[in-house]
C-alpha cells in the first residue's frame, strides 16, 4: 500500500532518547519510513546533543529522510511547564503544516493536546494514539484523587481527543470494548518488538536464571509482590533464582538469597532475557491496566519466556491461558501466589512452552505486523478526513 500526500509528523511526549522512545516510537518511525512513508516527528527530550545516542538517532532518521524536530522537555513547574510544552509543540506543529504535513500522530494525551489545537486552526486531521487511560494511571497510584479536579479535566479532554480523531489506536481489545460505539473506528496495536533482536535461546543453552524482571522498581510496581512470589517459587524449586533488570540498580536495595540485580543497555536487553526460563510483570490493580499493553510482556515472549502476570493486565487474562503460554494470578493473596508458583513449575516442564511463547509474539507482538497497521491506520485517517 503506497502512502498518500502529504508528510505525518509524530508527536512524542517521550523523547527518543529514553528506552521507550526509542522501542515504541523510533522503531516505528523508522518502520513506516522504509515502508515509503513521509515522515517528520516532534519530540520532547530530557537529554540534549551531549547524549551519546543523540547522533546515532539523527543519523538514523537522516538516512530516511526523516525531519527531526527535538523540543527540551520541561520538569518545573508543575502544570505550568506542561502548558509551556503544549504551546511550543503547537508552534512547531503549526510550523510543520505549513510545510507539508498532512496528517498528525499524537501519541498521548499532551500530543494529542496539541494535534487538536493544530486540527482546530488548520483543519489537519490526526490520530489518537491512546497509550493508556492517563487519568485513571494517576488515580490508581494516588497521585489524583478520582473524581478531582485534574481527573475530570484529563477524562474531559480525553472524550474530546476520541471523538475529534480522524483515527484512534488502542492497546488492548478490552479497551476497544469499552469505548463501546466508538469502538468500530479504533485499532487495537499493541506494544509491539523487533522479533529479529528478541529471540529465542537454543535450547541446547544453558539459562542460569529460572525468573527475570525488567523494568523500574519504584512508584506503581508491585515490588514486594513479585519477591513474594520468588519465594513462593522457591518452595516449590528450592535452588531459583531471579534476575531483576532494573534500569537503575544502585545498590540501594537490599535483596534475598537468589536475586541479582543488573543495570543494562537496551540494546543488552534480549542477551539478559534470554538468560531466564520465565518473566514476570507484576501491576496494581485497577481499570488503568486493562488499557496497558506493557512492553516487558512482548520481549518476553518474544524470547520464548511464558510470562507470570497479576490479573487485569491489558489482554493478558484471555491471551495468556488461551495460548498456554503464562499464568495469571487469580488475586494476591497467599493461596494464589503459591498456586500460580506451582503452575508455573508445570508450565516450565513443558518442552512445546517456549515455541508458544515465540508463536504467540509473532502473532501479536510483531514490530512489522505494527507498522503494517499503522499504514493503515493513515490511509483511513486521510481519506476519512478528505486530507490532502
Not at 508527536?11 to 519510513?33: D, F, H, I, K, T
Not at 482546530?120 to 489518537?128: A, D, L
Not at 494514539?129 to 497521585?143: C, K, N, Q, T, W
Request: aromatic content about 8%; proline content about 6%; glycine content about 10%.
Amino acid at each position: 500500500m503506497m502512502p498518500t500526500s502529504g508528510a505525518t509528523l509524530v508527536v512524542s511526549y517521550n523523547g527518543l532518547l529514553e528506552p521507550l522512545g526509542r522501542s515504541q516510537v523510533l522503531a516505528y518511525v523508522v518502520g513506516l519510513a522504509d515502508r515509503g512513508h513521509a515522515m517528520r516527528i516532534l519530540s520532547f527530550e530530557k537529554h540534549g546533543p551531549r547524549s551519546p545516542l543523540w547522533g546515532p538517532t539523527l543519523h538514523a532518521l537522516q538516512e530516511r529522510d526523516v525531519l527531526w524536530k527535538p523540543l527540551p522537555y520541561h520538569r518545573w513547574p508543575k502544570v505550568l511547564s506542561t502548558a509551556f510544552d503544549v504551546l511550543a509543540g503547537a508552534a512547531l506543529a503549526l510550523g510543520e503544516v505549513r510545510r507539508g504535513v498532512g496528517l498528525l500522530h499524537a501519541r498521548s494525551h499532551v500530543p494529542a493536546l496539541i494535534a487538536d489545537l493544530v486540527r482546530t486552526w488548520t483543519g489537519v486531521p490526526y490520530v489518537f494514539d491512546l497509550r493508556g487511560l492517563l487519568a485513571e494511571e494517576y488515580a490508581d497510584s494516588g497521585l489524583w484523587r478520582r473524581g478531582g479536579l485534574l481527573f475530570r479535566v484529563t477524562t474531559a479532554f480525553e472524550k474530546r481527543f476520541i471523538r475529534n480523531a480522524a483515527g484512534v489506536v488502542v492497546l488492548t481489545r478490552r479497551l476497544q470494548h469499552e469505548l463501546g460505539e466508538v469502538g468500530r473506528t479504533v485499532t487495537v496495536i499493541p506494544c509491539a518488538v523487533d522479533l529479529a533482536a528478541f529471540r529465542p535461546m537454543a535450547p541446547d543453552q544453558p539459562r542460569p536464571f529460572d525468573l527475570v524482571y525488567s523494568g523500574s522498581w519504584s512508584g506503581r510496581y508491585l515490588t514486594a509482590e513479585v519477591l513474594r512470589f520468588f519465594r513462593a517459587f522457591r518452595a516449590v524449586k528450592p535452588d531459583a533464582r531471579l534476575l531483576l533488570l532494573l534500569r537503575s540498580a544502585n545498590g540501594s536495595h537490599a535483596f534475598p538469597e537468589g536475586v541479582e540485580c543488573r543495570s543494562v543497555r537496551a540494546e543488552e536487553m534480549p542477551a539478559q532475557l534470554r538468560q531466564a526460563r520465565a518473566g514476570l510483570c507484576f501491576l496494581p490493580p485497577g481499570r488503568a491496566q486493562g488499557a496497558a499493553s506493557p512492553v516487558k510482556v512482548s520481549e518476553y515472549l518474544a524470547c520464548g519466556l511464558p510470562v507470570v502476570s497479576t490479573p487485569g493486565v491489558g489482554d493478558l487474562d484471555v491471551l495468556l491461558p488461551e495460548t498456554r503460554t503464562g499464568v495469571v494470578l487469580r488475586d494476591l493473596g497467599p493461596g494464589a501466589v503459591e498456586q500460580a508458583a506451582h503452575d508455573l513449575l508445570g508450565l516450565l516442564q513443558d518442552r512445546d512452552a517456549a515455541e508458544r511463547c515465540r508463536a504467540l509474539a509473532e502473532r501479536v507482538y510483531d514490530l512489522t505486523g505494527a507498522v503494517e497497521s499503522y499504514a493503515r491506520v493513515y490511509e483511513a485517517a486521510r481519506s476519512a478526513s478528505g486530507a490532502r
